[in-house]
């Protein structure tokens, strides 16, 4: 296991050790029903794990040269999860946390990419080339062992 999945782990496990009711509670005599934790401690879990994807991702982006510029930038059409240097231009990057590489990447729609395109277009309009800069857009997979997956150019032109 690598160190940046050890983090990944680490910190994910101090989301799951949150306390919990009980194992199980009656509905009826004939059924026991399953405790499920909380929607607010189902949702921190999924938001420090997200967090620790994409915190993964980005060091991953790092270790290959590429400094990160913008992180959760939001802007009118949506937010971008991750914004990098590469030389003169920018990669946008759009962060997908599942079990496995392959549910990840059906997570993607095409309305979140229209949505990213438009982010992206607005933070360009403050960079000194403004649209003119050269930019692409990469998706990185996260799967549920902390393993990560680019797939560069994953959409706009070639």
Known sequence: MTAMQLDFFADLMRV????VVGPVQVASAA???????AR????QVAYLSGVAAENGVADHYARAGFPVVAQRWRGKSGE??????DGSGLVFVEIKKSSSFDRAAHRVSRRQMD?????ACEFLAGQ???????MRFDVALVDGTGQICVIQNAFGEA
């Open 31 to 37: 059924r026991p029903v399953p405790i499920r934790p």
């Open 40 to 43: 607010r401690q189902r949702g």
């Open 80 to 85: 971008v999860d991750l914004i990098l240097r």
């Open 16 to 19: 799951v050790s949150l306390p």
């Open 115 to 119: 949505r990213i395109c438009g982010a």
């Open 128 to 134: 000194p080339r403004g649209q003119m800069t050269d």
